[in-house]
């Protein structure tokens, strides 16, 4: 059962995904048809009273429209980084994911059991339950912090590899 929830919820995350970017290909698109044969009609036009021949204008306006199309293939081929929450151990970890090479983990992290960042105390940093209410036994030593990030992004990298983010 455990395996068909984690296939629903990947399908899920999928499918939001590429319904977002297939929105944003079509509005980006739209957008640049328009801008494009309205800019086209108003050179045609314009062309056409200063009695050019007809070819000019429409070369002109094709490569008009054929350089659009190059500057929005390259646009549109950006991504934005995605922002993920990974868990090692007790913590999770704010992480900014640009491609699977590239990525930066926030150096504090946060609490996995009350999802609270961690706050830094006079020996250690810790969850902020543990000081209003001495329930949460998560934190992490000063001396072992250096240590436990570089841990934690060793296996994130490793989960960034391996899920293809």
């Keep these: 059962m455990t ?43 314009n062309k056409l ?3 050019v021949p007809l070819w000019r204008v429409l070369l002109i306006s094709l490569s008009i429209l054929f350089g659009c199309l190059i ?19 007790d913590q999770k970890w704010k992480t900014i994911i640009f491609d699977s090479r590239h990525f930066e ?23 902020p339950e543990r000081r209003i209410k001495l329930k949460c036994k998560n934190f992490i030593l000063h001396e072992d912090h250096d240590k436990t990030y570089e841990i934690a992004k060793s296996y994130i990298d490793k989960m960034i590899r391996e899920r293809n983010y």
Excluded: D
């Excluded at 500057?71 to 090692?88: A, C, D, E, H, N």
């Design 3 to 45: 395996t068909i929830n984690m296939l629903k919820t990947n399908i899920k995350k999928w499918t939001a995904r590429l319904l977002s970017e297939l929105l944003i290909q079509l509005i980006a698109a739209s957008i640049l048809y328009l801008l494009s044969a309205v800019g086209i009609f108003l050179l045609i036009k």
């Design 49 to 51: 009273q200063l009695q």
């Design 71 to 89: 500057l929005f293939l390259i646009y549109s081929s950006r991504r934005f980084p995605k922002i993920k929450y990974l868990t090692v151990g």
């Design 105 to 127: 983990v926030e150096k504090n992290p946060i609490c996995k059991e009350h999802n609270l960042p961690f706050i830094s105390g006079s020996h250690n940093i810790h969850c």
